[in-house]
């Protein structure tokens, strides 16, 4: 090989500039939010998963690059299905206790009180919280880097790391097959009809042909894989270093900070924080 | 004494659940550096003998295995198959379902990672490997972006990286188009000596040009011939009573010689046909046709293709008029107008994206074209239901996996005339019918998925048919299959087809399409590029232009010198033929 100067010809696409999620290490992405993850299953206000949503709102929108898609789906319809959320729990609720507080909406038979109201809002917030704070990691993680940092740094044997990178690969390959069960079925007239009966039966009809064909793609891939020394020694050879840096433990702990924070400022008197129960 | 790079003593292999050990007692050695082409009737177990090279038979492949097979003096039995891959490679048939990562580079890379040689060697045989098969440049795609072809090349570029000495290749072109097959075979001619070559192969046209050594199994497992290529020639008739296809260069010298052309020695590949073609008088026509003195597209002489009927003026099955559709926002079929004539075999053929699936499943109703474009014999397969659709027009998917639906043979076949809402005696009888005529009496009780290949294809053809749907499509009837297997299916649709049906067939086979269809539609971008009799469409340059490659037959005859030979496109087309001056 030649080391004439020039750009390196197994140099793959450079990491978007300026966006410091993608440099992280997608274990960082896990650890970092965890624990809000975990405090907001238990926290029964609104403030606290209003606080973290907040946040990683923020955090994905400057530190990741999101396509067009992605930001619709930020900025648009996850404020769309909170609200939505937040009406359809408030009327599902129990009336008793939300009963002795002030009426806001009577239309007819159906009554919204304030206190329902805000029982669901915490509900639909914690979701989204919930939701926001895994994609902190999930918008800028690739599938590939996450197998090979759980290989690097928490010792998971190979053997299942990249049996995983390679299981990502049948994911489009199955939904293209669906398409094809899809149509051939009805073509042939398999449980026509409308309402979700008949498209419980047809789904269930899909699954065997599509079943046979993953064993049989996962069979062969393994053999594949076998007859390339995969599993011959008990590490491999690693290209790509998913190396955990400084700034993933900076970034690790700014995010249990922030965390511990935002719990305070939530459970803080109610005459700083408007918090009702 | 170097040590052998294969060595099988008294090699038995029997599948679990199976009652005969195939292949059955093969005792063979390879030198470093030979290329042996492994040959055999279907069921032989040449598959299977491949598998047992790097020991996936029997340390992963559920199977028993007697006797031994050495790689390089190691046992594979004794040594664990990734520890053997630096030995032995393999390259599989279907190029799908031997990739792993998500770019070119990373997959070459793989095999040397995981034997843990160092990065720097890593990218230095990567660059090696890619260099050769010629996909360096495109090392940092995904390789879903390559073609068949390029896949293919990709997993000998895998084999190469890997340093193995010897690389055993099972089936390597079967599921590739003739150009990405010509592509895989120029990678493997390049090689040289310094590998050992274990090839399985059907597509014997190309093959020959890379190997020097035949072995032979017998339909019962065992070794019946091991010997240098010429060996196809002299014992060309025992091999085709075996059932051992042959190359179509050599079929076409014999053929030649039977009607009376002086052959001293048939040909093997399709070059030497050709210098053949040009030492021989010029052909003429047998008086019997009655057909001018050559072989012209305007007067073929061969018997009357199967379903090209006498009667000028032909039905219409099928027809289209402006029919575009889109897929996402790629348009992908641009206002088609064409007429499939009734009772004609009609193959649909063109590159990888011209839109062939696209225009069948238009037609047959699979994914239902705009309103009022398509006519099936007065019916519009975009206002019909899938009961009246069964009725006019048949369809068999690619994988005929994907369109059973019921748990026994029986019953899938009831399904269609229980869609059809006949009375039960009636469904019964003709369901009786059809297993008797499609050979799965012994079946009836069996899941369809439980079924061999050739049967499924079989059921999947019948259930298209049992509605008594006068058209039949099919989407790629052949791919992936085996020989024997194709030409089971084929010979099941040439028969149907004398029987009235009309087929029309998606297919990237162009030997099949000489040997069977009577009519060839060619699709280039969306659009037809030639529509017309096979042998008028095949002696034009319409399949050249749309970039498809001929058959290794057509090829060689339309290099001969004399015009008199390019019109043959089949071996049929000989029996019409004898020298000029005899």
Same mark, same amino acid.
């Given at each position: 090989?030649?080391?004439?100067?020039?750009?390196?010809?197994?140099?793959?696409?450079?990491?978007?500039?300026?966006?410091?999620?993608?440099?992280?290490?997608?274990?960082?992405?896990?650890?970092?939010?965890?624990?809000?993850?975990?405090?907001?299953?238990?926290?029964?206000?609104?403030?606290?998963?209003?606080?973290?949503?907040?946040?990683?709102?923020?955090?994905? &929108?400057?530190?990741?690059? &999101?396509?067009?898609?992605?930001?619709?789906?930020?900025?648009?319809?996850?404020?769309?299905?909170?609200?939505?959320?937040?009406?359809?729990?408030?009327?599902?609720?129990?009336?008793?206790?939300?009963?002795?507080?002030?009426?806001?909406?009577?239309?007819?038979?159906?009554?919204?009180?304030?206190?329902?109201? &805000?029982?669901?809002?915490?509900?639909?917030?914690?979701?989204?919280?919930?939701?926001?704070?895994?994609?902190?990691?999930?918008?800028?993680?690739?599938?590939?880097? &996450?197998?090979?940092?759980?290989?690097?740094?928490?010792?998971?044997?190979?053997?299942?790391?990249?049996?995983?990178?390679?299981?990502?690969?049948?994911?489009?390959?199955?939904?293209?097959?669906?398409?094809?069960?899809?149509?051939?079925?009805?073509?042939?007239?398999?449980?026509?009809?409308?309402?979700?009966?008949?498209?419980?039966?047809?789904?269930?009809?899909?699954?065997?042909?599509?079943?046979?064909?993953?064993?049989?793609?996962?069979?062969?891939?393994?053999?594949?894989?076998?007859?390339?020394?995969?599993?011959?020694?008990?590490?491999?050879?690693?290209?790509?270093?998913?190396?955990?840096?400084?700034?993933?433990?900076?970034?690790?702990?700014?995010?249990?900070?922030?965390?511990?924070?935002?719990?305070?400022?939530?459970?803080?008197?109610?005459?700083?924080?408007?918090?009702?129960? | 004494?170097?040590?052998?790079?294969?060595?099988?003593?008294?090699?038995?292999?029997?599948?679990?659940?199976?009652?005969?050990?195939?292949?059955?007692?093969?005792?063979?050695?390879?030198?470093?550096?030979?290329?042996?082409?492994?040959?055999?009737?279907?069921?032989?177990?040449?598959?299977?003998?491949?598998?047992?090279?790097?020991?996936?038979?029997?340390?992963?492949?559920?199977?028993?295995?007697?006797?031994?097979?050495?790689?390089?003096?190691?046992?594979?039995?004794?040594?664990?198959?990734?520890?053997?891959?630096?030995?032995?490679?393999?390259?599989?048939?279907?190029?799908?379902?031997?990739?792993?990562?998500?770019?070119?580079?990373?997959?070459?890379?793989?095999?040397?990672?995981?034997?843990?040689?160092?990065?720097?060697?890593?990218?230095?045989?990567?660059?090696?490997?890619?260099?050769?098969?010629?996909?360096?440049?495109?090392?940092?795609?995904?390789?879903?972006?390559?073609?068949?072809?390029?896949?293919?090349?990709?997993?000998?570029?895998?084999?190469?990286?890997?340093?193995?000495?010897?690389?055993?290749?099972?089936?390597?072109?079967?599921?590739?188009?003739?150009?990405?097959?010509?592509?895989?075979?120029?990678?493997?001619?390049?090689?040289?000596?310094?590998?050992?070559?274990?090839?399985?192969?059907?597509?014997?046209?190309?093959?020959?040009?890379?190997?020097?050594?035949?072995?032979?199994?017998?339909?019962?497992?065992?070794?019946?011939?091991?010997?240098?290529?010429?060996?196809?020639?002299?014992?060309?008739?025992?091999?085709?009573?075996?059932?051992?296809?042959?190359?179509?260069?050599?079929?076409?010298?014999?053929?030649?010689?039977?009607?009376?052309?002086?052959?001293?020695?048939?040909?093997?590949?399709?070059?030497?046909?050709?210098?053949?073609?040009?030492?021989?008088?010029?052909?003429?026509?047998?008086?019997?046709?009655?057909?001018?003195?050559?072989?012209?597209?305007?007067?073929?002489?061969?018997?009357?293709?199967?379903?090209?009927?006498?009667?000028?003026?032909?039905?219409?099955?099928?027809?289209?008029?402006?029919?575009?559709?889109?897929?996402?926002?790629?348009?992908?079929?641009?206002?088609?107008?064409?007429?499939?004539?009734?009772?004609?075999?009609?193959?649909?053929?063109?590159?990888?994206?011209?839109?062939?699936?696209?225009?069948?499943?238009?037609?047959?109703?699979?994914?239902?074209?705009?309103?009022?474009?398509?006519?099936?014999?007065?019916?519009?397969?975009?206002?019909?239901?899938?009961?009246?659709?069964?009725?006019?027009?048949?369809?068999?998917?690619?994988?005929?996996?994907?369109?059973?639906?019921?748990?026994?043979?029986?019953?899938?076949?009831?399904?269609?005339?229980?869609?059809?809402?006949?009375?039960?005696?009636?469904?019964?009888?003709?369901?009786?019918?059809?297993?008797?005529?499609?050979?799965?009496?012994?079946?009836?009780?069996?899941?369809?998925?439980?079924?061999?290949?050739?049967?499924?294809?079989?059921?999947?053809?019948?259930?298209?048919?049992?509605?008594?749907?006068?058209?039949?499509?099919?989407?790629?009837?052949?791919?992936?299959?085996?020989?024997?297997?194709?030409?089971?299916?084929?010979?099941?649709?040439?028969?149907?087809?004398?029987?009235?049906?009309?087929?029309?067939?998606?297919?990237?086979?162009?030997?099949?399409?000489?040997?069977?269809?009577?009519?060839?539609?060619?699709?280039?971008?969306?659009?037809?590029?030639?529509?017309?009799?096979?042998?008028?469409?095949?002696?034009?340059?319409?399949?050249?232009?749309?970039?498809?490659?001929?058959?290794?037959?057509?090829?060689?005859?339309?290099?001969?010198?004399?015009?008199?030979?390019?019109?043959?496109?089949?071996?049929?087309?000989?029996?019409?033929?004898?020298?000029?001056?005899?």
């Amino acid at each position: 090989m030649t080391t004439a100067p020039g750009p390196d010809p197994f140099a793959a696409a450079p990491p978007p500039r300026g966006r410091f999620l993608h440099a992280l290490n997608p274990l960082a992405k896990i650890a970092g939010p965890l624990p809000a993850i975990v405090a907001v299953l238990f926290a029964h206000t609104w403030a606290l998963p209003a606080l973290l949503a907040t946040g990683s709102l923020i955090l994905v &929108l400057v530190g990741a690059r &999101l396509s067009g898609r992605a930001l619709l789906g930020l900025l648009v319809v996850l404020p769309l299905a909170t609200a939505v959320l937040t009406l359809s729990f408030a009327f599902w609720s129990d009336g008793g206790r939300a009963s002795a507080t002030p009426l806001l909406v009577e239309l007819g038979p159906v009554r919204l009180h304030e206190g329902a109201l &805000l029982a669901g809002g915490a509900t639909a917030l914690r979701l989204a919280a919930i939701l926001l704070l895994s994609l902190v990691g999930g918008l800028s993680t690739t599938g590939p880097d &996450l197998a090979r940092s759980l290989v690097q740094q928490l010792r998971v044997p190979y053997r299942v790391g990249y049996t995983a990178l390679a299981a990502y690969r049948f994911v489009p390959r199955f939904g293209h097959e669906l398409d094809v069960i899809r149509q051939a079925h009805r073509v042939r007239g398999m449980a026509p009809g409308r309402g979700p009966l008949p498209a419980l039966r047809r789904r269930a009809g899909y699954l065997v042909p599509l079943l046979a064909g993953a064993l049989r793609h996962a069979e062969r891939v393994a053999l594949a894989m076998d007859s390339r020394a995969f599993g011959a020694h008990p590490t491999r050879t690693e290209r790509h270093l998913v190396p955990w840096r400084r700034r993933d433990t900076v970034f690790v702990l700014l995010a249990w900070l922030a965390t511990a924070l935002a719990i305070a400022l939530a459970i803080a008197p109610a005459d700083l924080i408007a918090q009702k129960v | 004494m170097t040590v052998p790079a294969l060595e099988l003593r008294g090699v038995r292999i029997r599948h679990e659940g199976a009652q005969r050990f195939t292949p059955d007692g093969v005792d063979l050695l390879v030198h470093p550096g030979e290329s042996v082409l492994v040959l055999g009737p279907s069921g032989s177990g040449k598959s299977t003998l491949a598998l047992a090279l790097n020991g996936l038979v029997p340390q992963e492949v559920p199977a028993e295995l007697q006797g031994t097979v050495r790689v390089r003096g190691r046992s594979t039995a004794g040594t664990p198959v990734a520890r053997l891959s630096e030995h032995v490679a393999m390259v599989f048939q279907d190029p799908d379902a031997q990739i792993v990562t998500a770019t070119v580079l990373d997959e070459v890379c793989f095999g040397p990672e995981n034997l843990l040689v160092p990065v720097d060697e890593v990218l230095e045989r990567a660059e090696y490997a890619l260099r050769r098969v010629g996909l360096w440049e495109r090392r940092h795609e995904n390789p879903d972006q390559l073609s068949g072809g390029g896949r293919q090349r990709l997993a000998i570029a895998c084999a190469l990286a890997l340093r193995s000495p010897v690389i055993v290749l099972d089936e390597p072109t079967a599921n590739l188009d003739p150009r990405g097959a010509d592509e895989v075979y120029a990678v493997l001619g390049e090689l040289g000596a310094d590998r050992t070559l274990v090839l399985i192969e059907h597509a014997l046209d190309a093959a020959l040009d890379v190997v020097d050594r035949v072995v032979v199994l017998d339909r019962s497992g065992r070794l019946a011939h091991d010997g240098p290529v010429e060996l196809l020639r002299e014992r060309a008739d025992e091999l085709l009573a075996l059932g051992v296809w042959l190359p179509s260069a050599l079929l076409a010298g014999l053929r030649l010689r039977d009607r009376g052309f002086p052959v001293p020695e048939a040909p093997l590949t399709p070059a030497a046909l050709t210098t053949l073609l040009d030492s021989l008088p010029a052909p003429a026509a047998a008086k019997a046709t009655g057909a001018s003195a050559t072989v012209t597209p305007d007067a073929h002489p061969a018997a009357p293709r199967p379903g090209s009927s006498p009667a000028p003026p032909a039905r219409v099955a099928v027809s289209a008029r402006g029919l575009s559709v889109s897929r996402g926002r790629t348009r992908v079929l641009h206002a088609l107008d064409l007429d499939v004539t009734a009772g004609s075999f009609t193959a649909v053929v063109g590159v990888n994206g011209a839109g062939k699936t696209t225009l069948l499943q238009a037609l047959a109703g699979v994914a239902p074209p705009p309103r009022g474009t398509v006519d099936v014999l007065g019916l519009d397969p975009a206002r019909a239901d899938a009961r009246r659709l069964a009725r006019t027009i048949g369809f068999v998917f690619q994988n005929p996996e994907h369109q059973f639906i019921r748990s026994t043979v029986a019953d899938e076949l009831a399904h269609t005339l229980e869609l059809q809402r006949l009375p039960r005696p009636a469904i019964d009888e003709q369901v009786e019918r059809m297993l008797v005529r499609f050979g799965l009496v012994e079946q009836r009780a069996v899941h369809p998925f439980l079924l061999s290949g050739g049967q499924k294809r079989r059921l999947s053809v019948g259930t298209a048919l049992l509605a008594g749907a006068p058209v039949l499509a099919l989407d790629e009837p052949t791919f992936g299959q085996d020989r024997a297997r194709a030409r089971e299916l084929l010979d099941l649709l040439s028969e149907l087809n004398r029987g009235g049906t009309t087929v029309l067939a998606v297919t990237h086979d162009l030997q099949l399409v000489a040997d069977h269809a009577s009519h060839v539609l060619v699709l280039e971008g969306g659009r037809v590029a030639a529509h017309g009799p096979t042998a008028e469409v095949l002696a034009s340059d319409a399949l050249e232009t749309a970039g498809l490659t001929a058959s290794p037959l057509t090829r060689a005859f339309r290099a001969a010198a004399d015009p008199a030979w390019h019109g043959v496109t089949r071996l049929a087309d000989l029996d019409a033929l004898h020298p000029s001056d005899a």
